[in-house]
């Protein structure tokens, strides 16, 4: 029998590839695995080969460890949906109190504050069909992997929260740390407006001062990346940092600031990616169950005692409103360009848009003067109006810029601030009512400031230029 390969008439060809163009094609008929992702396409080997999917997950969005604050904030359990706590004001009067030797000593008391705060519910509902759990997934456990979601989502909601919560909009939220020290010390200096502004050594430096003259210990800094970035950016051309050796075997270079040495202590500087500039508006409601679209009327501009807008800021600026609820927020209406001089104010009437699920207030969002309508960022939010709900005003006088960020300086210890908790987090296992598991995660708590001004709030916070 004649060596070689066969082809389908049983003729030969040659073992060392000499064979005719139509043997040739038969050759190229071998199956191949081929590059196709339409599965109505798979040809030949296509439809054999085994589809390869990574059993990492890999995370596009928030991990547990970028939630932060939670984690940093003193807790303490709450035993009513109605938390009360006392002040103390004062031990006294602020008299001598030196006295003649032998008389009677002045009686004094002291001044105690009774305030009350409510207990807020956060929770999610989660949902596998019972075929989920029969196949094999890429990740393991399904339901372990959408509680462990779950449990994040919560997490990331309750971390600005704490920060930004505000019942006044949303009503079913607690107050966070943000709103409260800026209702508590208006007009005072523990509220350091920067006014686009970086953060400084002055400012640190003053802040904790402030502090320190309440009677206070600052301990902590919590504000953006970016802001303790450039905090950096500052002091390194100023040798104001002692850098180490470097490493010759390793190569490292960086000096990253951990602490800001202040004449009233060391405070500790945090990092927070929740606490960076909130961006542009959604360009579509972020729930079904969020509320209609707006209409807004901007108001002539007209002089106000309160402004804050200078010569610098005199131009056009546009304005987009959203409507929120405690579901998600609708797409903007555009408000512009609103012609503004120097102590100049203006009145935007935010008309409701109605709808099954009405607002409970608006955010705003302003570009910066000359810029375009597609430009403006986030500055502030307000409640709506509960008297004539159906026009709400906004009166912008410049308090808040567009691309800046607020940052904190806190005594973070239970004389200063704490969170009270009337549930922690919890997973409750729901009826089963079809082929499905449903359960939900909830805890319960607010967020309480005891010493108003024993913090600070740097607000307008802008970026570094170097010059």
Same mark, same amino acid.
């Given at each position: 029998m004649p060596m070689g390969l066969f082809d389908e008439t049983g003729g030969t060809i040659d073992g060392f590839g000499v064979g005719s163009m139509d043997q040739l094609q038969e050759l190229n008929k071998a199956l191949a695995p081929g590059y196709?992702?339409?599965?109505?396409?798979? $040809?030949?080997?296509? +439809?054999?080969?085994?589809?390869s999917l990574d059993a990492s997950l890999k995370l596009v969005t928030w991990q547990a460890k970028q939630i932060k604050f939670w984690k940093a904030v003193p807790k303490d359990k709450a035993y009513s949906t109605v938390e009360e706590w006392n002040v103390l004001d004062q031990y006294g009067s602020e008299h001598g @109190?030196?006295?003649?030797?032998?008389?009677?000593?002045?009686?004094?008391?002291?001044?105690?504050?009774?305030?009350?705060?409510?207990?807020?519910?956060?929770? $999610?509902?989660?949902?596998?069909?019972? @075929?989920? $759990?029969?196949?094999?997934?890429?990740?393991?456990?399904?339901? +372990?992997r959408e509680t462990k979601n779950g449990i994040l989502w919560l997490l990331e909601k309750l971390e600005r929260a704490l920060f930004w919560g505000d019942s006044s909009v949303i009503p079913v939220e607690f107050d966070g740390v943000f709103t409260q020290l800026l209702?508590?010390?208006?007009?005072?200096?523990?509220?350091?407006?920067?006014?686009?502004?970086?953060?400084?050594?002055?400012?640190?430096?003053?802040?904790?001062?402030?502090?320190?003259?309440?009677?206070?210990?600052?301990?902590d800094f919590w504000g953006s990346f970016k802001a303790i970035s450039d905090l950096g950016k500052q002091m390194y051309p100023k040798e104001r940092i002692i850098p180490p050796a470097l490493n010759a075997t390793e190569g490292r270079v960086g000096v990253a600031l951990t602490?800001?040495?202040?004449?009233?202590?060391?405070?500790?500087?945090?990092?927070?990616?929740?606490?960076?500039?909130?961006?542009?508006p959604p360009t579509a409601g972020t729930s079904p169950k969020a509320p209609a679209a707006p209409t807004a009327v901007a108001g002539a501009p007209g002089a106000s005692a309160d402004s804050l807008f200078v010569a610098a800021d005199a131009g056009n600026y546009f304005y987009r409103i959203t409507a929120i609820n405690r579901f998600g927020e609708s797409t903007a209406v555009n408000v512009g360009p609103v012609a503004i001089v120097a102590g100049d104010g203006v009145t935007i009437v935010i008309t409701d848009g109605g709808g099954a699920q009405p607002a409970t207030g608006y955010r705003i969002y302003r570009t910066e003067v000359g810029g375009a309508v597609e430009t403006a960022h986030y500055i502030t939010q307000i409640a709506r109006d509960k008297i004539t709900p159906a026009n709400t005003d906004f009166d912008e006088l410049n308090e808040w810029l567009p691309n800046t960020t607020s940052?904190?300086?806190?005594?973070?210890?239970?004389?200063?601030? @704490?969170?009270?908790?009337?549930?922690?987090?919890?997973?409750?296992?729901?009826?089963?009512i079809s082929a499905s598991v449903r359960w939900m995660q909830l805890m319960a708590g607010l967020m309480i400031?005891?010493?108003?001004?024993?913090?600070?709030?740097?607000?307008n916070i802008g970026p570094y230029i170097p010059a």
């Open positions: 196709e992702t339409d599965h109505s396409l798979f $040809t030949d080997g296509d +439809a054999l080969r085994v589809e @109190g030196f006295m003649i030797d032998g008389e009677l000593p002045p009686t004094e008391d002291s001044s105690y504050e009774r305030q009350t705060g409510l207990v807020k519910f956060i929770g $999610t509902t989660r949902e596998i069909t019972l @075929g989920m $759990t029969w196949i094999r997934t890429a990740h393991g456990d399904v339901i +372990a209702a508590a010390n208006a007009g005072t200096e523990n509220i350091r407006d920067l006014r686009g502004d970086p953060l400084s050594q002055e400012e640190m430096e003053d802040g904790s001062r402030i502090v320190a003259d309440n009677f206070g210990n600052a301990t602490e800001f040495v202040s004449e009233a202590g060391l405070v500790k500087l945090n990092g927070d990616v929740f606490l960076k500039s909130r961006g542009a940052a904190l300086m806190i005594q973070n210890n239970e004389q200063g601030l @704490g969170f009270k908790q009337l549930s922690p987090l919890v997973k409750l296992p729901l009826a089963r400031i005891y010493a108003p001004k024993k913090h600070i709030v740097f607000k």
